[in-house]
């Protein structure tokens, strides 16, 4: 036996309104539909037997659950990819900053090990196309900056240096030509709008292209382009603020999920996915109440067996509590919430400044290598979300998968039950 829980999203938005007044527990029933009594998930749970839960983003992406791993940086290989898809959500591949040739290879790599949906993500920040010139950054900051960096570098026993950082690839366009040829399934864009032109070259080829978005404004604008889907990210999201262009402090594009997520579902008319703080089946629960049709997941995915972050990074996420996070521009000159450590506390109290996006990932290149190699935590960037301190465990990116569904469906089916015995 199993239990099917079937959300039409257009439909949802309507219930949801019309719910309004009865109350947060009977706006999520309104969000998700009609769906078993509680005792009948309690019994699936039980029995081992595969869920069935959809929404219409698996209809448009080709997908089982709907639940997106998100594309992170030094984290989302082909193995966790291929294994998200395996389970039935959706793998996304990162794809920012890989030269040509070796995005295409991993791609394939994907494809020798799944025959099921998968993405790649790209980043457009404004920065990137084209980047800019090292020359125009002042010998001034390039002097505070290295002052700071080479205490870091001391204390992992590297050399100092005084350089300014190098160039930065050019590689956006080159590596969205990949995409095209190599027809991804699905095409996923963080810190940056797609041109109109770019949509519509990946439909031509049947890509579907979701965009990440931090406040409403830009939700409005990705949806403009044209992409099939909006990632409403709210601010207890690990990573960059998914924006194209950096804001003048950290507090502004940092709107929680629970203000953005509804606002932007208001806002587009295309499927939105919820992004920022989702550990469990509970997040998704609340996702879909709010008026998401799926959730996008980083966090729970990285500490997973086939996550390539470092084992230090996995351990430092299972040892975190719920606020163990901070916003800062310090590790890649955008900003981004983090594991807080030494490198993130003594540069903050130090005043120095950062460099512009990008360029401060460049110049602490050797700084996140030697720590790598002592696996030491204090001198890395553990991108994570507030959700962080839920997690406990290691397991297999395809347990996730299944247990994230599980407990949605748990968490929907009791609320019902809640709201009838009221």
């Not at 005792?39 to 029995?47: F, K, L």
């Not at 996702?287 to 799926?294: F, T």
Request: proline share 6%; hydrophobic share 45%; net charge positive.
């Amino acid at each position: 036996m199993t239990i099917a829980v079937r959300i039409n999203i257009k439909e949802s938005r309507w219930r949801r309104r019309e719910f309004l007044e009865f109350g947060a527990t009977t706006t999520a029933m309104a969000a998700v539909g009609d769906i078993g009594p509680a005792d009948r998930a309690e019994n699936v749970m039980g029995q081992g037997a595969k869920p069935v839960f959809r929404t219409s983003l698996c209809d448009l992406l080709g997908i089982e659950y709907p639940i997106i791993q998100a594309g992170m940086s030094g984290v989302a290989g082909p193995e966790l990819v291929a294994e998200v898809s395996n389970a039935g959500g959706l793998g996304i591949l990162t794809g920012a900053l890989t030269p040509p040739a070796e995005l295409r290879d991993k791609i394939r790599r994907i494809r020798k090990l799944t025959d099921r949906p998968f993405g790649v993500n790209l980043l457009l920040h404004i920065d990137l196309r084209p980047p800019k010139d090292p020359a125009l950054i002042p010998d001034e900051l390039v002097a505070k900056i290295q002052a700071q960096f080479n205490r870091f570098r001391e204390r992992l026993g590297i050399a100092k240096s005084a350089s300014r950082p190098g160039s930065i690839p050019d590689l956006a366009n080159t590596a969205f030509e990949v995409v095209l040829e190599e027809r991804v399934p699905v095409w996923s864009i963080g810190l940056g709008n797609p041109a109109p032109e770019m949509v519509g070259r990946c439909r031509e080829r049947g890509i579907k292209v979701i965009a990440m978005a931090a406040t409403v404004d830009d939700a409005k604008a990705v949806a403009a382009s044209g992409v099939d889907a909006v990632v409403a990210q709210g601010g207890e999201a690990g990573g960059h603020r998914s924006t194209w262009v950096k804001r003048e402090s950290r507090e502004r594009a940092n709107i929680g999920g629970m203000a953005l997520i509804p606002q932007i579902a208001d806002a587009v008319r295309a499927p939105v996915i919820a992004a920022g703080g989702i550990t469990d089946g509970r997040g998704i629960a609340a996702a879909l109440a709010l008026g998401a049709a799926g959730a996008l997941i980083g966090t729970r995915f990285i500490a997973t067996r086939e996550s390539g972050a470092p084992d230090f990074y996995k351990q430092a996420l299972l040892k975190a509590d719920s606020d163990a996070t901070t916003v800062t521009d310090k590790f890649t000159g955008m900003y981004a919430r983090v594991l807080r450590n030494a490198f993130t506390e003594e540069y903050e109290s130090s005043g120095a400044p950062a460099y512009p996006p990008f360029f401060q990932f460049l110049a602490i290149g050797d700084i996140v290598k030697a720590a790598t190699e002592k696996g030491s935590g204090e001198y890395f960037p553990m991108y994570a979300g507030q959700g962080v301190g839920s997690l406990r465990d290691l397991p297999r990116a395809a347990d996730v998968v299944q247990s994230l569904v599980r407990e949605a469906q748990a968490v929907i089916a009791g609320l019902q039950q809640r709201a009838r015995s009221a």
